[in-house]
């Protein structure tokens, strides 16, 4: 029975081990995740601005300002001149949107920063991100911030969670007393 309670030792401490690892590089990824998914923002941004800046000039070169240039393709008889106005005030809008993603996200504290990614995100951006994402190790204090989190998480989940789960189904019966 003593070689059966040694290997179950054994076994918890080593899947203690594995799961600090598992939690640590989990948790890590998200900085990593987070990072190259600004940088994808930021190429959106780049490319939003440069459209809206070359309807700032069209309407500049007209002697108008963009909302003017707008309002005028806006009222156009000819519906495909019209939709134009709609696709310049979409770009205004996408260009904000984008700003402000970008602003909040630099700006976030190290705690805050995954709850304002998700108030954030753009799905179109977050999917093209994950279908090329590379798994990589942060070195940065905040990989390793949430690295130790992951691991501490994991081993509460283990420790207070799965593993009295597993010890209430586990525990020797006690023979029934007789009452003879």
Not at 13 to 29: E, K, P, T, W
Request: glycine letters at 8%; one cysteine or more; charged letters at 15%.
């Amino acid at each position: 029975m003593k070689s059966a309670r040694g290997f179950l030792t054994i076994f918890d401490n080593l899947l203690d081990r594995v799961l600090c690892i598992v939690g640590a590089i989990m948790f890590s990824q998200g900085p990593e995740f987070m990072q190259q998914y600004l940088q994808r923002l930021g190429g959106h941004l780049a490319e939003a601005r440069r459209q809206l800046a070359a309807f700032q000039n069209t309407a500049a070169s007209s002697g108008l300002t963009l909302n003017e240039l707008i309002q005028k393709t806006n009222a156009n008889a000819d519906q495909a001149v019209a939709r134009l106005g709609g696709l310049m005030t979409g770009t205004m809008e996408r260009v904000h949107s984008l700003q402000s993603a970008h602003n909040a996200l630099i700006n976030a504290a190290l705690w805050e920063r995954p709850f304002v990614f998700l108030r954030h995100i753009d799905p179109a951006i977050a999917n093209a991100t994950a279908a090329i994402y590379k798994p990589a190790v942060p070195t940065t204090i905040e990989g390793v911030i949430y690295a130790l989190t992951g691991m501490l998480i994991v081993l509460a989940i283990y420790h207070l969670g799965a593993k009295r789960l597993v010890g209430l189904f586990s525990r020797p019966r006690l023979p029934a007393k007789s009452t003879a």
